[in-house]
């Protein structure tokens, strides 16, 4: 009977052993970038796009990230000008970059179903990118905050067969 115990305690030991390993989380780290325009670092919205695909849901980011700040005091970038993309924590073969002209309230007010403006390709997690200037800019004059234009350049990558997006606010002079 002693030894019948001993076996059913060792038993039950491997057993609870066994689940507790399997219930074990493994750490999973959310994708990171950086985005720099000179030596300037940007700041990103992580969108972290599994299921936002909305236009919706990009701007609900917007308007969380500008709660309490003001458009104006966003970081300026010329067009012509190099942005860098690094990938920070994972590895990807691209980036798609888009440019959508957004209002002070925090709306996409472009059109949303665009082309991205450069796909680049990824050099040791690194890429760059030049700010164009939008041939259709002049009809978005409206939008205009102290006569720049807000930008949310939204940028996607594919991560282990998962689409992810980032995003940076930045302003730009139209150069007339």
């Not at 507790?20 to 992580?46: D, R």
């Not at 996409?108 to 259709?136: M, R």
């Amino acid at each position: 009977m002693k030894k019948f115990k001993i076996i059913f305690n060792m038993i039950s030991l491997l057993l609870i052993l066994l689940v507790l390993a399997s219930c074990q989380n493994k750490m999973i780290q959310e994708p990171t970038i950086k985005v720099s325009y000179g030596s300037n670092e940007l700041k990103v919205i992580h969108y972290l796009d599994r299921n936002n695909k909305e236009k919706e849901d990009i701007e609900g980011g917007i308007k969380d990230v500008m709660v309490g700040k003001r458009f104006i005091d966003l970081p300026m970038i010329d067009f012509g000008g190099k942005i860098e993309i690094e990938a920070l924590n994972f590895e990807t073969t691209e980036f798609e970059v888009y440019d959508y002209i957004v209002d002070e309230r925090g709306n996409i007010v472009s059109d949303y179903s665009v082309e991205p403006f450069a796909i680049t390709l990824v050099d040791n997690g690194n890429a760059e990118v030049v700010f164009e200037k939008n041939e259709d800019l002049e009809i978005y004059n409206d939008y205009r905050v102290e006569g720049k234009f807000i930008h949310c350049l939204l940028i996607r990558s594919k991560i282990d067969k998962s689409s992810f997006a980032f995003g940076t606010l930045v302003l730009s002079v139209d150069a007339e």
